[in-house]
């Protein structure tokens, strides 16, 4: 089938990719001139796990091509919008700028029985607008939320959880056509719900909410811990065998970042506020302010761990992107704490595996390591910031080779304690003992 992919960021860039892989003709479309080319030429511009090799290949067989020119997209029947919808520079509100520029661009290209299918994250409400743009042209549009981790993009895309279709009258023509995109994930028996257009909406920024309210709940708990001696990991551990609760994102350390899950909360937040019901999600409110205590109780732990005054003394920071096998560094809780620390008058040197380049555009006045080795070399205080297996995998007897003092703070309570300690390090994480 022929598609095309309006925005070529994480989202987009790897949507037109997996969709030509499994056998579509796609054109992935962005204004960034620069994006496009380096897409075009099969140079990722951004690290994504197994998206350079897929990239290649999936040029290699024809099926896929990146253009700045909207007469491109002419020849497709199904148009994803995979744009960004950053927080407004004036509020919580998400930036709508991008999705209805996006939509407008295809007007002009758009006919009876093409069908626009929304993937971009957008306040609940969107789609029936956007759908009443559109049906001039005699298309219909459909929205098809995302929920694709960064640094397990390609696995998501190709094998997501589930497949979720808003649409404006259920079982309609359209429903079919975009069964014909999905159909490999679809004869794989992976669900499919079909809903109204709110519901997809919501479907997406209440996943990512509780995902948000879970990280919440545990780093509140590792406060706790930290005021009574107990250890959240094991907490959670424990927890996390109620197959009711689950294990999994119930990690304590510096919190939540990224380009999704702080932005989301707060546009639902506001989103709640402008429908009248704020009361029913103010809780969001609280599960960001918790998320960004854990940053300034990191930058206390790391003070205190040093006298009293972090000013002039040397600190590695482990870390820069949001998680680890990204080079994402929006809102990274780890960027932020290297950038207070780096305030308060500390000699910050900052090493990431791979999102050195991204933290520099942003924060040009921060000093960044070559190699692990050099940010470790006569640091007074180690500070983990984001869990890459490079730093998990640290020696602590080879480590204390390189370091100034023998001091390490693990803000993703991704070390094993006692192993640190037991070769004379001290250790100290977020609500463990
Ligand atoms: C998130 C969702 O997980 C995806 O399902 C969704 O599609 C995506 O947002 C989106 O809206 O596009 P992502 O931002 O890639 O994906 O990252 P997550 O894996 O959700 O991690 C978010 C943050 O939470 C990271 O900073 C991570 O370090 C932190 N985290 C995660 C914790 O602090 N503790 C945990 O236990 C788990």
């Not at 302010?289 to 854990?294: H, P, V």
């Not at 070390?415 to 070769?423: E, G, K, T, V």
Request: hydrophobic fraction near 40%; aromatic fraction near 6%; charged fraction near 25%.
């Amino acid at each position: 089938m022929r598609l095309s992919v309006i925005g070529c960021g994480y989202l987009g860039a790897v949507h037109a990719t997996a969709m030509a892989s499994i056998g579509h003709d796609v054109v992935g479309f962005d204004v960034d001139a620069e994006k496009i080319s380096r897409l075009s030429s099969g140079d990722a511009p951004f690290f994504e796990p197994g998206f350079d090799a897929l990239l290649r290949d999936t040029l290699a067989t024809g099926r896929l091509r990146f253009s700045t020119d909207t007469s491109d997209l002419a020849s497709a029947r199904v148009h994803f919008i995979a744009v960004g919808t950053p927080q407004s520079e004036d509020g919580d509100g998400a930036d709508m700028r991008f999705v209805d520029a996006a939509v407008r661009s295809l007007l002009p290209v758009l006919s009876e029985g093409d069908l626009v299918v929304g993937k971009s994250t957008v306040p609940v409400g969107t789609a029936q607008r956007l759908a009443e743009m559109v049906a001039p042209t005699g298309a219909l549009l459909m929205w098809n939320p995302e929920f694709l981790r960064e640094g397990f993009a390609v696995e998501d895309t190709l094998q997501p959880d589930r497949i979720v279709y808003g649409t404006s009258h259920s079982g309609g023509p359209e429903v079919a056509v975009l069964d014909e995109v999905y159909a490999k994930a679809l004869d794989a028996g992976i669900p499919r719900l079909v809903t109204d257009y709110a519901t997809s909406e919501l479907v997406k920024v209440a996943a990512n909410a509780f995902l948000a309210t879970k990280i919440s709940f545990i780093n509140a708990m590792s406060e706790i811990a930290d005021a009574t001696g107990a250890d959240v990991t094991q907490l959670a551990d424990a927890i996390g065998y109620d197959v009711r609760i689950g294990r999994r994102f119930l990690n304590a350390g510096v919190g939540f970042g990224g380009g999704c899950l702080p932005k989301d909360i707060r546009a639902f937040a506001a989103r709640g506020e402008e429908l009248g019901h704020g009361r029913a999600l103010r809780f969001l409110r609280e599960v960001d302010e918790i998320n960004l205590r854990q940053r300034s109780r990191l930058v206390d732990v790391v003070t205190e761990e040093l006298g009293g005054s972090v000013a002039g003394r040397r600190i590695a920071i482990l870390g820069l992107a949001f998680k680890p096998n990204s080079d994402d560094t929006r809102d990274s809780p780890a960027l932020d704490i290297a950038t207070r620390l780096h305030g308060l008058g500390a000699d910050v040197i900052a090493y990431d595996p791979e999102a050195i380049e991204t933290a520099r555009r942003v924060r040009p006045h921060l000093h960044f390591a070559q190699t692990l080795d050099e940010a470790l070399s006569g640091a007074e205080a180690t500070v983990v910031v984001t869990e890459w297996d490079q730093f998990r995998q640290l020696d602590p007897d080879t480590t204390s080779q390189l370091v100034a003092e023998t001091r390490i703070i693990d803000g993703r309570n991704c070390l094993d304690a006692q192993r640190w300690r037991a070769a004379g390090w001290s250790y100290r994480g977020l609500g463990r003992r």
